[in-house]
C-alpha cells in the first residue's frame, strides 16, 4: 500500500533524530511511520522544498576564535539562532575594536591629506577601526542590524565600512536622531 501523497510530503520536511522503542517487547516503534521512498521518485508535488542552509546548523563556537578585526567577521545572521546572542554579549563584553597605537594611512581628499582621527573612538565608543582595510565601522549596528533593520546609511558602518575621513559629521549622522536604527541598536547592545 502507498503512502498517501500528503505524508510523503511531511516525511520531506521532517526526519527522525532517534528511534523509539516499544515498551512491551523493546522493538522499535514504526507502525505510524513512512516507509522510505525510492529515490528516483523525487515528487514535490509543485512545491520548493528549501534546502538546508549553515545558520540552521548548531556549530560549537570557540569564543577566543571570533575575530576582533570588523573586517574578518561573518554577518551575525550566519551564526545559528541559538547562538547570536551568546556572541552579541561576547563581542559587547570586548568592547569596540580600537586599535589606539596604530599608525592610521593618510588618503588625499581634495589636495588634503587626511586620516582617522584617534579622537574619535572618545566621542563615539560604538566605532571600531579595520586595519586591514583602513575603514570605520559601528559595533552595535554589526551586532543588531538584523533586528532593527537599515539605518540611512545602509550598510555603510555595518557591512561596508566608512573611510571618508574628510567628512567626520558621517559619524554624527549616523548616529541620528533618538528613534534611529543606530539608537535601537545601542538601546538592544545595553539590554543585553
Known amino acids: 500500500m502507498k503512502p498517501h501523497p500528503k505524508q510523503v510530503l511531511i516525511g520531506k520536511f521532517f ?3 532517534f ?3 516499544d515498551d512491551v517487547d523493546g522493538s522499535p516503534n514504526i507502525g505510524n511511520d513512512v516507509q522510505e521512498q525510492d529515490d528516483d521518485d523525487d515528487d514535490n508535488f509543485g512545491l520548493n522544498i528549501p534546502s538546508t542552509s549553515s545558520p540552521s546548523i548548531l556549530h560549537t563556537i570557540d569564543f577566543n576564535d571570533l575575530h576582533s ?3 574578518d567577521r561573518p554577518p551575525i545572521a550566519s551564526y545559528h539562532p541559538n547562538q547570536r546572542d551568546d556572541i552579541r554579549r561576547h ?3 570586548k568592547k569596540a575594536f580600537q586599535p589606539r597605537n596604530h599608525n592610521f594611512p593618510f588618503k588625499a581628499y581634495n589636495g588634503k591629506p587626511r586620516r582617522f582621527n584617534v579622537e574619535w573612538f572618545d566621542k563615539y565608543p560604538w566605532l571600531e577601526y579595520s586595519i586591514n582595510v583602513d575603514k570605520a565601522y559601528c559595533l552595535c549596528c554589526y551586532l543588531f542590524k538584523e533586528t532593527v533593520g537599515n539605518q540611512g546609511g545602509r550598510y555603510t558602518f555595518s557591512t561596508e565600512g566608512f ?3 574628510s567628512k567626520p559629521c558621517a559619524l554624527k549622522e549616523h548616529v541620528g536622531k533618538v528613534d ?3 539608537n535601537k541598536a545601542m538601546q538592544k547592545s545595553d539590554s543585553c
Request: charged share 30%; hydrophobic share 30%.
Open 163 to 165: 573611510c571618508n575621513w
Open 69 to 71: 578585526d570588523p573586517l
Open 91 to 93: 563581542y559587547l563584553v
Open 180 to 182: 534611529s536604527y543606530h
Open 15 to 17: 526526519k527522525r533524530k
Open 19 to 21: 528511534q523509539e522503542f
